[in-house]
């Protein structure tokens, strides 16, 4: 099984047209969505009749004497334990402490009008099998309900979606691999990259690492926690980087490689991944 594998059965013998995610060498982070256009930032209130904190101006309950610049600001002083100056906040009401957003807020909590005015339509991911407002492409319809009901029945508590308005907390993290355990890293002075394979030819035994990133910080940043020069950059162009700062190809993560060796087509994206995604693999 392998990527080549993937890409030649979804975008043919071309392989320089296959589009994929590595997520052991995963690229830069996209740049930020632009900010919304369909309503201007807004100040945040907390309504004392609902226990929620919103962006709507003249909703009955407010209290108008105090406002907050953005959402994280309004949930931190009225659902965390205190507020900066130490007395009692928690107005949780109804809401339970711990269902919370991303974010900290209680889900349920938040009334975020610019938000949904931004993100009104629904589009049906097909790689993840759930509803969502982000913009993933395909049929659009013009609420949650409209889509579940298309694709999931009449029946809405079956519908898997995503509100990207009010996203769920994230996920554990993934457990620990299990075809290799976590292995010291070393720098290979002839191919110039960080690698954890402990008897590959031109490895320096004498000076290894904890992780990749202490590997690709020593050896790829202008200067070590001492201050001298490393920057091996050999032929690896310094701009050309993967999320953590390692230069793209500069890293072998045979550990990594090991555990996520199956590949799958993400039609979703329209890429090919080795992240589990499901359905046929290569």
């Not at 919103?54 to 959402?71: A, F, H, L, P, S």
């Not at 979606?161 to 907390?169: A, E, G, Q, R, S």
């Amino acid at each position: 099984s392998s990527r080549e594998a993937c890409c030649r059965d979804k975008f043919g013998y071309t392989l320089a047209n296959c589009e994929y995610l590595d997520i052991c060498y995963p690229p830069p982070l996209p740049e930020p969505t632009p900010a919304p256009t369909k309503c201007e930032s807004k100040i945040w209130f907390f309504n004392e009749k609902t226990k929620q904190c919103n962006n709507i101006e003249d909703m009955v309950g407010n209290d108008d004497d105090k406002t907050y610049d953005d959402m994280d600001e309004c949930c931190k002083y009225n659902f965390d334990e205190t507020d900066p100056n130490g007395s009692s906040t928690a107005n949780y009401g109804s809401f339970k402490p711990g269902d919370v957003m991303q974010n900290g807020c209680p889900h349920g909590a938040v009334v975020d009008m610019c938000c949904e005015m931004d993100f009104d339509v629904w589009f049906y991911d097909s790689g993840a099998d759930r509803c969502t407002n982000e913009h993933v492409g395909g049929k659009d319809y013009s609420s949650r309900e409209a889509c579940c009901r298309d694709k999931f029945g009449y029946t809405l508590a079956n519908c898997e979606y995503l509100d990207i308005c009010y996203p769920p907390p994230l996920p554990e993290p993934t457990p620990a691999p299990t075809k290799c355990e976590s292995k010291i890293w070393f720098f290979n002075e002839k191919t110039k990259q960080c690698n954890n394979i402990e008897d590959m030819v031109g490895n320096d035994d004498d000076k290894t690492y904890d992780d990749m990133d202490e590997c690709c910080k020593y050896n790829f940043d202008e200067t070590d926690p001492n201050g001298s020069s490393t920057a091996n950059y050999g032929s690896f162009k310094p701009g050309d980087v993967m999320q953590n700062g390692c230069p793209h190809g500069a890293v072998v993560d045979m550990c990594c490689e090991m555990d996520f060796d199956v590949w799958f087509y993400d039609s979703g994206a329209d890429r090919c991944t080795n992240e589990h995604v499901g359905g046929k693999d290569y």
